[in-house]
């Protein structure tokens, strides 16, 4: 075989490998952007973007609330493999309260928890894994905690959720929605997280455990001894 049709298979067999990869790069694309499709039909005024990354963001509203669904891929975690969180946000009423956030078996690489941005070290409520991690903006939010202690329980007993926050105007949960392959990850370092879509029932049991978070702060708090009034 002479140098010059060397050449041209050479060419070929590269460019059918582009062409290979591009393929590929299109399907992985299409399979991200549409992960959030079966929760389009529970949301009202359903508007899907993409973010850089390729993962899509979905914004709508359930009744009169607002509601925000992401897709965050991480790959800081340490001795783990790379993990891609859902977080669901849905508006409250803007209330003078203190923002706080419970972060559970945080390493300090968390770059999307809102917890590593507040000031102060709260008590996680009773009944709570030891290893939770909650801070606040000032120290009534402690009482709050206090207050929210049943829905919170509630929400952490599903080991995939990493974070809870009271933010202003707003309530976050992030739950971990997959996992990345283990040989795209050792091998190539490329984070492939598969194409399993969020399920619709997942956004709504999140949802509705937000709406029971939001009703338990709204409460008003249990009598005191001190607060009880004396004839």
């Known amino acids: 075989m002479g140098p010059a049709l060397a050449l041209v298979l050479a060419l070929l067999g590269g460019g059918a490998l582009a062409w290979l990869a591009r393929r590929e790069h299109r399907a992985v694309a299409a399979a991200r952007a549409a992960l ?7 949301l009202d005024t359903a508007r899907l973007t993409l973010a850089p990354d390729g993962f899509p963001r979905l914004d709508g509203t359930i ?3 607002a509601v925000r669904l992401e897709l965050i891929p991480d790959s800081l975690t340490l001795r783990r493999l790379p993990q891609l969180w859902l977080a669901v946000t849905i508006s409250t009423r803007r209330v003078p309260r203190p923002a706080f ?3 559970t ?3 300090g690489a968390e770059f ?3 917890t590593h941005r507040l000031a102060l070290r709260l008590d996680p409520p009773a009944g709570l894994p030891a290893e939770i991690l909650a801070r606040g903006a000032a120290r009534r939010a402690q009482a709050l905690l206090d207050r929210a202690g049943a829905p919170l329980r ?3 007993a599903d080991p995939r959720i990493k974070e809870v926050a009271a933010l202003p105007g707003a309530l976050r949960v992030v739950r971990q929605a997959a996992e990345g392959r283990r040989g ?7 984070c492939v997280f598969g194409d399993t879509p969020v399920a619709a029932a997942t956004l709504l049991a999140l949802h509705d455990a937000l709406v029971g978070l939001e009703d338990a702060l709204a409460a008003e708090p249990a009598p005191t001894d001190k607060d009880e009034v004396r004839p």
């Open 36 to 42: 959030l499709d079966d929760c389009r039909a529970v």
């Open 63 to 65: 009744g009169s609330r």
């Open 101 to 103: 956030a419970l972060l």
């Open 105 to 107: 078996r945080a390493t």
């Open 112 to 114: 999307f928890a809102a």
């Open 154 to 156: 509630a929400l952490f």
């Open 184 to 190: 795209d990850y050792l091998l190539l370092r490329q």
